[in-house]
């Protein structure tokens, strides 16, 4: 097994053995103060100062691979180790790590290390792979900043970069997004619209097809140019069952750009999911 992969699965598997973690520090956290920002979409479990630790479990019912028409359901665990003073917040949620911040009370920044599994020929179920080359897993940086359009964070506008050697690339995301009621603890349903744009390293990466591999998977050779990738819109909503176990829903569509919808690795034009996460916060 790649080493990286096996790194990988550390990691996650690393979450159950931070429940005792979680229990050394949860009595250091206040019980009124209010997120970094009020919004589902930036998650903030420290209760307004030092240590927030929440974990769980998810489950997704999503495509096996960007462009697939094969779908599956997913569990893994989830959850996130985080430290906050004052505006500024460190942070381990899942596959990121980093920092984020508020600036200026309306401004949202964020910098962190991702990773970015690589896609496998069995990750088709159906062969729809067979002959593809297995990518490499990856780690990138990213570059997110949010503004708010108001005082109460229910209207914003983001962009994120993300960005990784040659066998990554480049990708950009613009993004609109509203937040329907008005609680200021993180709690509520909110939505977004996004658009996409990648270079030709990593549009080839999910959808390129090269020489070599046009003779052994018998697929046309297909090389992308960088531009417009997809667009779509995500919601999410968070429920607060308790003081400390939080249900969070969230279901996605996102579109291909005419470039990709003729790639042969496209089975269909979109993409589509929906997963549920239960957390006990600490």
């Known amino acids: ?38 919004s ?21 019912y999503e495509s096996a691979y960007d462009g697939s028409d094969e779908y599956e359901f997913e ?3 989830a959850g996130a180790i985080q430290w906050r003073t004052d505006n500024h917040l460190f942070f381990w949620e899942g596959i990121e790590l980093g920092w984020r911040a508020k600036m ?21 179920d159906d062969g729809r792979l067979d002959g593809l080359e297995d990518q490499d ?10 503004w708010s359009l108001d005082s109460d964070w229910r209207n914003w506008i983001a962009g994120r970069v993300m960005a990784g050697d040659s066998d990554l690339g480049l990708l950009g ?31 080839n990466r999910d959808f390129g097809v090269s020489t070599r591999e046009s003779v052994t ?26 003081n400390k176990v939080h249900l969070i829903c969230e279901a996605g569509f996102e579109y291909y750009s005419s470039d990709i919808q003729d790639s042969p690795i496209a089975r269909k034009d979109y993409e589509a999911e929906v997963g549920m996460t239960i957390l006990y916060q600490f």
Not at 137 to 146: K, N, Q, Y
Not at 222 to 238: A, C, V, W
């Open 75 to 77: 569990l893994d665990p």
């Open 217 to 242: 998977s018998g697929l046309p050779e297909t090389d992308l140019n960088g531009g417009y990738r997809s667009s779509g819109l995500t919601i999410i909503d968070r429920r607060d069952l308790t």
């Open 1 to 38: 097994m790649h080493v990286v992969r096996v790194l990988h699965m550390i990691v996650r598997y690393l979450f159950v053995s931070c429940i005792f973690i979680g229990w050394a520090f949860s009595a250091s956290a206040g019980e009124s103060d209010l997120p970094l920002v009020p």
């Open 104 to 124: 200026f009370d309306n401004w949202l920044l964020q910098v962190a290390a991702r990773y970015e599994s690589g896609r496998e020929a069995d990750d088709s």
């Open 173 to 203: 995301v613009a993004a609109i997004g509203h937040r329907f009621g008005n609680h200021r603890n993180g709690s509520g349903t909110e939505l977004f619209l996004f658009a996409t744009f990648g270079d030709d390293n990593f549009l």
């Open 40 to 60: 589902p979409s930036v998650k903030d479990f420290t209760r307004g100062e030092g240590w927030g630790i929440a974990l769980g479990l998810g489950v997704e």
């Open 137 to 146: 897993d990856e780690f990138a940086g990213v570059l997110e900043v949010r």
